[in-house]
């Protein structure tokens, strides 16, 4: 636990939250300012910071316990569609430094825009990836 975190002390019952689901390696709870009603965070009882520093097993129950909770938020406030996203660093709107999976039930119509989108500029796709497949040669 990490005594600076919000999210390690709605874990640890600390701090008041709705919680929805839990299990030995995660928590499910509501969003407190949610993009709509139902939007839930998933988060793994240990503290790490996001994707970067996580562990595999920790991600692995975080993705399981999502799985789970978006089924359950579909058909519990009638969703038409659900929206998986997650911030990892400030630059990328990470505002709570412990991982969490945002689940956002979405309705026909709502007119939310979550992520704008461009075009890629000539060539820019080709060097992209290959600056990712490269990273991917050394990463884990
Ligand atoms: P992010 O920008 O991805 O770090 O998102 C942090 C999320 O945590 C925001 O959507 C907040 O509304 C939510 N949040 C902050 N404090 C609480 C809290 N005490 N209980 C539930 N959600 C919270
Ligand atoms: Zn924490």
């Known amino acids: ?3 600076d975190c919000i999210f390690c002390k709605i874990v640890a019952g600390e701090l008041p939250s709705h919680k929805l689901y839990e299990d030995g390696k995660t928590l499910a709870f509501l969003d407190i300012r949610p993009v709509n009603a139902g939007h839930t965070l998933v988060v793994p009882k240990n503290h790490s910071s996001n994707i ?11 993705a399981e316990t999502t799985r789970i909770v978006a089924r359950a938020i579909d058909e519990g406030v009638g969703a038409d569609g659900v929206n998986i996203g997650m911030n990892n660093r400030e630059d990328a709107g990470q505002v709570v430094h412990h991982p969490h ?10 007119g939310i825009k979550l992520m704008p989108q461009r075009d890629y500029r000539e060539g820019e796709a080709d060097e992209t990836a290959r600056k990712i497949r490269a990273a991917l040669q050394t990463s884990t």
């Open 52 to 62: 970067f520093d996580i562990s595999p097993e920790d991600w692995a129950a975080v």
């Open 101 to 110: 999976i945002h689940v956002i039930p979405r309705f026909k119509g709502d």
């Open 1 to 3: 636990m990490n005594g």
